[in-house]
Antibody, heavy 118, light 110 residues
Framework: QVQLVQSGAEVKKPGASVKVSCKASGHTFTSDYIHWVRQAPGQGLEWMGL????????NYAQKFRGRLTMTRDTSTTTVDMELRSLRSEDTAVYYCARPKRYYYFDDWGQGTLVTVSS | QSALTQPASVPGSPGQSISISCTGT?????????VSWYQHHPGKAPKLIIYDVRKRPSGVSNRFSGSKSANTASLTISGLQAEDEANYYCSSYINNSIWVFGGGTKVTVL
């Protein structure tokens, strides 16, 4: 059974960076794309970007380009999402998600709350 | 990237059928072939309930169905039940490895 387990909640100050991890088990991690999706309080889901199976290729939504980096470590079956220059609007629950079918998000992590506050 | 437009809320009574629309931008050249729907209960992870516009993953109730006309996709929930009260999001692959979500629709069971 596929499981995506994310790292714990974080509290950061404006201007800082945050790194959220997503550890996969129960499937062939090396063949999976991993996406990141977030939900700010009272807002909808927002697609942030993806990293390909090898980790060599990423693509980010335009609004995050320049301050978002996704990396993966195949030896630890972990994908990391780092968001820099945090602002209060980045306060959100961040999810990693895995497609079984390329275009869709079949499996999700449990979510990680990131709070940005001075 | 342009978002997908959904109604903010749709109410329904138990046993009733309701539909949620999801409208894309007709000028973006996307045929919205890769539309999916997610059910999201607060505090839980979203759940895929429809993919490829109208297909259901294994284990998803057949009370959920999807359709599409031009650049508008729709999710229909038939025989509405209390457990269906949740937020529902459409999503579409746009192009060039870009995805987008709709703004979400809160379904309330009266």
């Amino acid at each position: 059974q596929v499981q995506l387990v994310q790292s714990g909640a974080e509290v950061k100050k404006p201007g800082a960076s945050v790194k959220v991890s997503c550890k996969a088990s129960g499937h062939t991690f090396t063949s999976d794309y991993i996406h990141w999706v977030r939900q700010a309080p009272g807002q909808g889901l927002e697609w942030m970007g993806l990293v390909n199976p090898s980790g060599a290729s990423t693509n980010y939504a335009q609004k995050f380009r320049g301050r978002l980096t996704m990396t993966r470590d195949t030896s630890t079956t972990t994908v990391d999402m780092e968001l820099r220059s945090l602002r209060s609007e980045d306060t959100a629950v961040y999810y990693c998600a895995r497609p079984k079918r390329y275009y869709y998000f079949d499996d999700w992590g449990q979510g990680t709350l990131v709070t940005v506050s001075s | 990237q342009s978002a997908l437009t959904q109604p903010a809320s749709v109410p329904g009574s138990p046993g009733q059928s309701i539909s949620i629309s999801c409208t894309g931008t007709s000028s973006d050249g996307n045929d919205y072939k890769y539309v999916s729907w997610y059910q999201h209960h607060p505090g839980k992870a979203p759940k895929l309930i429809i993919y490829d516009v109208r297909k259901r993953p294994s284990g998803v109730s057949n009370r959920f169905s999807g359709s599409k006309s031009a650049n508008t996709a729709s999710l229909t929930i038939s025989g509405l039940q209390a457990e269906d009260e949740a937020n529902y999001y459409c999503s579409s692959y746009i192009n060039n490895s870009i995805w987008v979500f709709g703004g979400g629709t809160k379904v309330t069971v009266l």
